[in-house]
């Protein structure tokens, strides 16, 4: 089960009227392998349209002890915001094509005729606190127009070499629009020129009235633009596969959601229904506490399954709050690691404003393994000043 861990960080200010400067440290530790993470956070501006941001992983995997560092980046831009660039360590995603995690430089360029110019380039981060190799290297453009306030229109191409190989090369196009005040239309293709096919194409239209809003999708996606699973239902669920249906979203009281997605999935030749019934009880006026339960009926083939979903994050007195998810998936055939799959993370949570800490404890079963528990940690303080 993989786990995506963001936290902004650095910056300093030399302007005795610049942003005030917030500063925070964060220490988390689990126990699944050996391993920690050191972050330290801050923001403010050093100058007029200058800030800087930096987060350092620190771990301690097998017997060797490494440092690793997720985003490390200056920005910058000019006073009318029409030109913005960065420099360092970050992710980059233009328009249709997939996010890609580079050391590098991007710019922004706004041009007359409501035209939009952005770039990238540079080396991509290896994962797993290894270093990429030599002559590889990812590059990036799009171009975008607005359409007023309707919406926007813009086309993507990127490509990636590894010691000096093209391994990745895809064109995208994206559009969005307003069709008045309660239609919405969105499209996006990508299509990868190495290995000539479509990597993901998604529609979708929507509708809005007052307590009501229906969303008609279409979609495809390859196994390259697959996303990172954060829990057992995406585990499962997120598969190279087309899919089309409707989701209907109804609030049926002030703090209430029902939603509904219906539709179908189809895996090379097997098509199958996928049915997600999804309820979303806020308990304040701000959703700070709420209840969500969720069934799903998912899976193609011989993959079939059925699962439920329960998550509730209570606001407690004294900077406490509580967390808790629970899934349960029940598979349709047993193919050696059983046939009934729990995975939940209960958290307790505090934050006074200067002092965070939390402990949190996950454990699961799935096709990939017969058990696992995770213990997860978590320390932090902020410092501000003017």
């Known amino acids: 089960m993989s786990r995506l861990l963001v936290v902004a960080a650095l910056a300093a200010t030399s302007r005795a009227d610049a942003d005030p400067l917030r500063l925070r440290a964060d220490a988390l530790t689990t126990t699944a392998a050996p391993a920690g993470l050191l972050t330290l956070e801050a923001d403010g501006a050093a100058g007029p349209g200058l800030s800087a941001e930096a987060v350092v992983w620190t771990g301690r995997l097998a017997e060797e002890s490494r440092g690793d560092v997720l985003v490390i980046a200056v920005r910058a831009r000019t006073a009318d915001g029409r030109a913005s660039g960065r ?12 996010p890609l995690h580079v050391d ?11 035209l939009a110019v952005e770039t990238y380039g540079g080396i991509p981060v290896v994962p797993g606190l290894a270093t990429a190799r030599s002559w590889s290297w990812a590059t990036g453009a799009r171009i975008s127009r607005s359409l007023g306030d309707a919406g926007s229109i813009g086309v993507a191409y990127a490509q990636q070499r590894d010691d000096g190989r093209l391994v990745s090369e895809e064109l995208g196009v994206d559009a969005g629009a307003a069709l008045g005040r309660r239609d919405d239309l969105g499209a996006k293709l990508a299509y990868d020129l190495a290995n000539p096919g479509i990597a993901e194409v998604a529609v979708t239209a929507s509708h809005r009235s007052k307590a009501l809003r229906t969303e008609l999708y279409l979609s495809h996606r390859a196994a390259s633009h697959l996303l990172p699973a954060t829990s057992l239902f995406t585990v499962l669920g997120d598969v190279p596969a087309e899919r089309a249906g409707a989701v209907v979203t109804w609030r049926c009281a002030p703090r209430l959601d029902l939603i509904a997605d219906l539709g179908a ?50 606001a407690l007195p004294h900077s406490l709050a509580a967390t808790a998810e629970l ?6 055939r047993d193919r050696g690691l059983g046939a009934v799959w729990p995975w939940g993370l209960a958290a307790l949570g505090w934050d006074d404003g200067t002092w965070q800490a939390a402990i949190a404890v996950e454990a699961s079963a799935s096709p990939q393994d017969r058990h696992r528990v995770d213990v997860l940690g978590q320390l932090g303080r902020r410092w501000g000043s003017r």
Not at 87 to 98: D, H, K, N, T
Not at 286 to 308: F, H, I, K, Q, Y
């Open 87 to 98: 420099v360092g360590r970050f992710v980059e995603s233009l328009g249709a094509l997939r």
């Open 104 to 114: 590098g430089v991007a710019g922004r360029l706004r041009l007359p005729l409501q």
């Open 265 to 314: 999935r189809r895996v090379d030749r097997d098509v199958a229904p996928q049915a997600i019934v999804r309820a979303r009880l806020r308990l304040d006026d701000l959703g700070t506490s709420a209840l969500t339960g969720e069934l799903r009926r998912d899976g193609v083939g011989p993959d079939t399954w059925t699962g439920a979903r329960g998550t509730a994050r209570i």
């Open 327 to 332: 899934e349960l998936v029940i598979a349709d």
